[in-house]
C-alpha cells in the first residue's frame, strides 16, 4: 500500500548561489521519471538538468548542506522525496510514495517509427559543387587520401602556427595522447560509428525559438565569452569562443537532454544514463578542433546539435569521423540537423579551420547504465572482441579455451 505524498518540509539551500561540489548519486525505484528540483535559501524551487529514470542512477553535484526536491517528471510534478545532502551523502534512495504515474511505456518503442523518419540518406551527394555551406550530406574520404592528408596537410588544417599549436605541431590534425581506452570501450550502436538526422518537431521547438531569442543578435541575446577550453585541442586561446550557456537556462537544458536521451536510446536499442548537456557553443572564422576521442567514462553515447550557422559559401564545416579502417567521414550539417556519435571509441574533430562568422553546437553525453568506465564495469571489462562488441558465451568459451 502506497503512502500518502510527503508534504514538503521548510528546507532550503544555505546562501543561496549554484550547486557545483560534492557529488550525491540518487537511484529511482519509481515506475516513471522523476525530476530533482534544487532548493534555494528561500525554499524556491528550480529546476535541475537531473531526470532519473526507472532503476536509474542519477549524479547531482552540490554543496554540503544543499536542499533538494524530487518530484514526477509529469505535469503534476507530484513530490516523492526530499534530500538534504550532508558531509555522509553518498547515494539516495527514490521509494514509491503517494500516487505515481503507472510505469512509463518504452520510449525507445513508442517513437520509433518518428526516429527511424529522421535518418538522412547517409550515400546523398554533397551537392552544390564549390557551395558547402549549403551541404547537408556525409563525404567519405578513403583512408589512402586521408593518410595522405594526415601526412601532407593543406594549409586549412590543424594549427596555423606556433602560437596557436603550443606544444604540438604546426597543422597537427591529431591528439595522440588520450587513446588507451579505445579498446577497452565498448559498442554501443551497429553502424559505422556515427548517424546523421534530423530535428525531431519537439527539438526544434525547444531550440530554434531559444536560439532566435537568446542567441547572436537576439532580443535577449545572452552570447559571452567562452574561455579557453584546456588540454590543447583547439586553438580558443588564440580564436576565442562564444557561448550561449544551457546551464543558465536550465528548463531548455533538460528539455533538451531529455529529447536527446530518446534519440540515443532508440539508435544504441538499450537503456542510457544522461552525463552531460552542454553549450551552446559558438566557433567563430577561423576556430578548429583537432581529432580526438572523448572521456571513457561518460561520452560513449553522444550527439553534436547544430543550432546556428552564419558561413561563407564554400565555408560548410564538418564534423569527420574516422572509422576502425582509417577511412575518414565528413559529416556536414546544417541548422535543424544533429550527428549522433560514439565519442569514446571513434576519433573525430574539425580540424579544417572555420571559415564564417560563427557556428553553434550543443553536446549530449550518454553512457550505458552498467558502464562505470574502463576497470570498473564487470559486465564489460574482459568481455570485449577486438572491435568493442560484447562477447557471446560461445565466444567467452572459445576465448577460455585458447589461453
Known amino acids: 500500500m502506497l503512502l500518502a505524498p510527503p508534504v514538503p518540509r521548510d528546507i532550503g539551500s544555505p546562501g543561496g548561489g549554484c550547486a557545483q561540489i560534492l557529488a550525491s548519486e540518487i537511484t529511482s525505484s519509481i515506475g516513471a521519471d522523476v525530476a530533482v528540483f534544487w532548493v534555494n535559501d528561500l525554499g524556491e524551487e ?3 538538468d537531473v531526470i532519473i529514470s526507472p532503476a536509474e542512477d542519477g549524479l547531482i553535484s552540490t554543496f ?4 533538494f526536491r524530487i518530484r514526477t517528471d509529469d505535469s503534476a510534478k507530484t513530490l516523492v522525496a526530499e534530500l538534504e545532502v550532508s558531509e ?5 534512495n527514490v521509494a514509491p510514495c503517494g500516487v505515481v504515474p503507472p510505469v512509463q511505456a518504452n520510449r525507445r518503442d513508442a517513437r520509433k517509427s518518428e526516429l527511424d523518419g529522421l535518418v538522412h540518406d547517409q550515400f546523398a551527394p554533397c ?3 564549390g557551395k558547402s555551406g549549403l551541404w547537408s550530406c556525409v563525404r567519405k574520404i578513403p583512408k589512402e587520401e586521408y593518410s595522405q592528408r594526415l601526412a601532407d596537410p593543406p ?3 590543424g594549427f596555423a602556427n606556433k602560437e596557436e599549436a603550443g606544444g604540438r605541431k604546426v597543422h597537427e590534425q591529431w591528439d595522440y595522447g588520450y587513446t588507451g581506452h579505445i579498446r577497452q570501450v565498448p559498442r554501443v550502436a551497429n553502424t559505422s560509428g556515427f548517424l546523421k538526422m534530423s530535428f525531431t ?3 526544434k521547438d525547444i531550440l530554434m525559438p531559444f536560439w532566435k531569442d537568446y542567441g547572436i543578435g537576439g532580443v535577449k541575446d545572452s552570447v559571452a565569452p567562452h574561455g579557453v577550453i584546456a588540454g590543447g585541442y583547439t586553438n580558443s586561446h588564440t580564436i576565442p569562443m562564444s557561448k550561449l550557456d544551457l546551464d543558465k ?3 531548455i537544458q533538460r528539455k533538451v537532454h531529455m529529447e536527446l536521451k530518446d534519440y540515443l536510446e532508440w539508435w544504441t536499442g538499450r537503456p542510457l544514463t544522461h552525463t552531460s548537456t552542454f553549450g551552446i557553443r559558438i566557433y567563430h572564422r577561423g576556430s578548429m578542433l583537432i581529432d580526438h576521442v572523448d572521456r571513457a567514462d561518460t561520452h560513449l ?5 547544430q543550432v546556428g550557422q552564419d558561413v561563407d559559401e564554400d565555408g560548410g564545416w564538418p564534423l569527420e569521423v574516422i572509422d576502425e579502417e582509417g577511412n575518414c567521414f565528413e559529416v556536414y550539417l546544417q541548422p535543424g540537423e544533429l550527428v549522433l556519435y560514439e565519442g569514446g571509441r571513434f576519433r573525430h574533430g574539425r580540424p579544417m579551420r572555420f571559415k564564417g562568422n560563427h557556428f553553434a553546437n550543443i553536446f549530449s553525453h550518454f553512457a550505458p547504465l552498467e558502464w562505470k568506465g574502463p576497470g570498473k564495469s564487470p559486465k564489460f571489462d574482459g568481455h570485449l572482441d577486438e572491435h568493442g562488441w560484447l562477447l557471446s558465451d560461445e565466444d567467452e568459451v572459445q576465448r577460455h579455451l585458447e589461453i
Not at 555522509?88 to 539516495?92: E, G, L, P, S, W
Open 46 to 48: 528550480s529546476p535541475t
Open 64 to 67: 554540503t548542506g544543499h536542499a
Open 88 to 92: 555522509t551523502t553518498a547515494r539516495a
Open 127 to 129: 551537392d552544390p559543387p
Open 155 to 157: 594549409p586549412e588544417y
Open 201 to 203: 518537431s519537439k527539438l
Open 249 to 251: 537556462h536550465r528548463d
Open 301 to 305: 553515447a553522444s550527439a553534436v546539435i
